[in-house]
């Protein structure tokens, strides 16, 4: 079973920046496709970034593109969410997930694991 863990998370002033990251302990995650997702109360969670299991593919929801960076370093097993330029619209949780050897851009159905979430809290 994989295990998630999300950190990074914290309250920032608009502007600023925040690095989030997912990372397994005692499972490689070089066999998975990464996302990441945001959830406002109340509301469903939804898709922001995605790295594929092999290469370097990456997508974006078109509101974070050229905000957002989702990255991997293999050698640290760890995905990474850098977030720039931070509104506070961008205030929710952030979950990063995983789905096993998924292609292309996959619906939310198709990740396997989900971390518990980590808080991000941005002021005007």
């Known amino acids: 079973q994989l295990q998630l863990v999300e950190s990074g998370g914290g309250l920032v002033q608009a502007g600023d920046s925040l690095r989030l990251s997912c990372t397994s302990s005692?499972?490689?995650?070089?066999?998975?496709?990464m996302g990441w997702f945001r959830q406002y109360p109340g509301k469903e969670r939804v898709f922001l970034a995605r790295?594929?299991?092999?290469?370097?593919?990456?997508y974006y929801e078109d509101s974070v593109k050229g905000r957002f960076t989702i990255s991997r370093d293999s050698a640290k097993n760890t995905v990474y969410l850098q977030m720039n330029n931070l509104k506070p619209e961008d205030t929710a949780k952030y979950y990063c997930a995983a789905d096993y050897h998924g292609l292309g851009l996959a619906p939310i159905f198709d990740y396997d694991y989900w971390g518990q979430g980590t808080q991000v809290t941005v002021s005007s």
């Open positions: 790295i594929a299991w092999r290469g370097t593919d990456t």
């Open positions: 005692g499972h490689s995650l070089s066999s998975y496709a």
